[in-house]
């Protein structure tokens, strides 16, 4: 069966400093969305990357999409503390819809 | 604008109790979900809904019935609730398809004693 991973499962860093997190698909998948959760909220929709290769800006944050399809990547440039709380990957495998198990993001000031 | 809304917000129950956990959407989308969300598992999506009437099983729906006679609501029901389904319950909705975007509602926290 399909098996997913997502990395790191924490991230500390200070401010101003990067943060990237990745998810990885065994199997090739059609979307991947990205989604983020503050401390003791719920998860919000952040992007969706659909084709080969693809790379999506938003502010600080830039998404891709790996050329097999297999895996994307989120990355944070000069994180701030508003930054902090959890990001999850949800890949789409035909059909077949599963969560990253996420990155929680802690961001020093 | 209310958007998704989830009932109970807190809820304790004992072993073996039913428990029923109420959704609702104002968006008309045709997709709900359920998921739970424990510690060092993310979410793991328990059912979903195309539509009235249509519910499909997720990945982890052992111990849950769900039913869809309104196309707002998507109540989740534990018919004997155990201590393993101690864990935050987010429904959420989609407007164009399974995989489009989805929007979560605030979650409610179940705690089985």
């Known amino acids: 069966g399909q098996q997913v991973m997502q990395i790191p499962q924490y991230q500390h860093v200070q401010e101003g400093e990067d943060f990237t997190t990745y998810c990885n698909s065994s199997?090739?998948?059609?979307?991947i969305q990205w989604y983020k959760q503050r401390p003791g909220g719920h998860p919000v929709f952040l992007i969706q990357l659909v084709k080969s290769g693809e790379v999506k800006k938003q502010k600080r944050l830039t998404f891709q999409f790996g050329e097999a399809k297999k895996n994307s990547s989120l990355h944070i440039t000069a994180t701030q503390t508003t930054d902090v709380g959890t990001y999850f990957c949800l890949m789409d495998s035909s059909y077949k819809l599963i969560f990253g198990s996420g990155t929680r993001l802690l961001v020093r000031p | 604008d209310a958007g998704i809304t989830q009932s109970p917000r807190y809820k304790i129950t004992e072993t073996g109790r039913q428990v029923t956990l109420m959704c609702h959407q104002t968006w008309s989308h045709s997709y709900m979900f359920w998921y739970r969300q424990d510690l060092g598992h993310g979410l793991r999506l328990i059912y979903y809904s195309a539509a009235a009437d249509i519910t499909d099983k997720g990945e982890v729906p052992d111990g849950y019935v769900v039913s869809r006679s309104k196309t707002e609501n998507f109540p989740l029901t534990l018919e004997s609730a155990t201590r393993s389904q101690t864990s935050v319950y987010f429904c959420?909705?989609?407007?164009?398809?399974?995989?489009?975007?989805?929007?979560f509602g605030p979650g409610t926290r179940l705690t089985v004693l």
């Open positions: 199997t090739t998948l059609s979307n």
């Open positions: 959420a909705s989609s407007g164009l398809g399974l995989t489009d975007t989805q929007y």
